[in-house]
Structure formats: structure tokens, C-alpha cells
């Protein structure tokens, strides 16, 4: 059964430097996700991204975070200068083509990349 | 606002029914989904329900939906060791997020 993959499993940063997470989508999916999972709390919506181009962000997405796909198969979250509250697990997901009947496809998410910032 | 909510914990016993209660918040919602999360993995799908339907069994699990008080339940029978773990609805808004609630955390005594 397709699946998404995450690399690292585990990443330990030092606060300021940049991080880049990485995804592989299943292979004809053509939306993405990043969320996060603060430890304890709940998953949060972060971007998503289609056609090439972030369809929608939240607040939490800012300036520091960027996304892409760079070869078709890969699709990166790249903080750019961590802080200690990035810490976190993050997640990433992919989704197929709604179909015309409406049904949609559901999001399958990786496993997850556990971020710790010292 | 945005919050999904859910009670925090529910504790059963082997061999009992759970249920589990998530309230939303986007009448056009179009699907709703329960996650199973075990300590330190990933999210689980374990079963969907598209909003004109009221009911969806899969089987030890009922899904129940009331759109007009935009509340999910999940119901677990013959609940298991195996089932403790933390569980979370979400509501999925267009194709592009997932708002996720607060989690349950279920306890099954043995």
C-alpha cells in the first residue's frame, strides 16, 4: 500500500540554524500538507500546497517557513532560523484529485519528523 | 472561532463501549474524520464520514453525526487494550486543511 515518507525520523537542532524537513508524497497525490504537533497538544494546520503554490497558510506559517517541491517527488518544510518553539513533531500529508462524484480523497499522513530545538 | 473541541479524557473498561465526543465548527464541512495516535507515532485514519450521512459502522466502530448541533461521535465496541491511545477528529474544510480537535486520551483498564 502507498504511503508518505518523512526524513529525518529525528532532527536536533541548535536555536538559529536552518532546518529542512523532508516529505516524499505518494506518487499521484497532488495536494500537501505540513502540520505540527506541539508535545501534548494538538496537531495544527501549517500550509498546504498545490499546482506549485501554497494554496493556503496559517499564522503560524510566517516568514521563517518555506515549502517546496523541488523534483516532483519531494516536497520540504524549511525553517530558516529555528527557535526554541519549534520544537515539535511535524507532519506531513498528501491527498488525491477530489472526484466529481464528490468523493473526496482522504489526507495520508507520514510518520513524522520530531523536531527539538536546543 | 476555529477550535474543534473534545473532552480531554475518557476512561473505560475492557469489554465496554466508548464514545468519544467531538464538537465543530464549519456547518459546510464537507468530510469528518476520526485519527487513532499511539505514544510517539504517527496519525492513524481509522474511519471517515461525508456529511450527508447521519451514520457510518465500520466494524467495532460507529460513527454518529449531527449536523444541525455539529457534533461527531465516535463509538468503540468491546473496547480493547489495544484501542488505548489518543484520538482526534477533524474536519476538513474545501481540499486544503484539516482542523484537527483537541484530542481524547482513552484509557482501557484491563
Known amino acids: 500500500e502507498p504511503e508518505v515518507t518523512q526524513t529525518p525520523s529525528h532532527q536536533v537542532t541548535q536555536m538559529g540554524q536552518e532546518v529542512i524537513l523532508r516529505c516524499v508524497p505518494i506518487?499521484?497525490?497532488?495536494?500537501f500538507y505540513w502540520y505540527r504537533q506541539i508535545l501534548g497538544q494538538k496537531v495544527e494546520f501549517l500550509v498546504s500546497?498545490?499546482?506549485?503554490?501554497?494554496?493556503?497558510k496559517s499564522e503560524i506559517f510566517d516568514d521563517q517557513f518555506s515549502v517546496e517541491r523541488p523534483d516532483g517527488s519531494n516536497f520540504t518544510l524549511k525553517i530558516r532560523s529555528t527557535k526554541l518553539e519549534d520544537s515539535a513533531m511535524y507532519f506531513c500529508?498528501?491527498?488525491?484529485?477530489?472526484?466529481?462524484?464528490?468523493?473526496?480523497?482522504?489526507?495520508?499522513f507520514g510518520p513524522g519528523t520530531r523536531l527539538l530545538v536546543l | 472561532g476555529e477550535d474543534v473541541e473534545q473532552s480531554l479524557f475518557l476512561s473505560v473498561r475492557e469489554g465496554d463501549s466508548s464514545v468519544i465526543n467531538c464538537t465543530y465548527t464549519d456547518s459546510s464541512s464537507t468530510y469528518l474524520y476520526w485519527y487513532k495516535q499511539e505514544p510517539g507515532a504517527g496519525l492513524q485514519l481509522l474511519t471517515y464520514?461525508?456529511?450527508?450521512?447521519d451514520m457510518k459502522q465500520d466494524q467495532r466502530l460507529t460513527v454518529l453525526l449531527n449536523k444541525k448541533d455539529k457534533h461527531l461521535s465516535l463509538r468503540i465496541a468491546d473496547t480493547q487494550t489495544g484501542d488505548s491511545a489518543i484520538y482526534f477528529c477533524?474536519?476538513?474544510?474545501?481540499?486544503?486543511?484539516?482542523?484537527f480537535g483537541t484530542g481524547t486520551r482513552l484509557k482501557v483498564l484491563a
Open positions: 500529508a498528501s491527498q488525491g484529485l477530489w472526484r466529481d462524484n464528490g468523493r473526496g480523497e482522504t489526507q495520508y
Open positions: 477533524a474536519e476538513s474544510r474545501g481540499t486544503y486543511k484539516y482542523i
Open positions: 506518487s499521484n497525490h497532488l495536494y
Open positions: 464520514i461525508f456529511s450527508n450521512m
Open positions: 500546497f498545490y499546482n506549485n503554490e501554497i494554496s493556503e
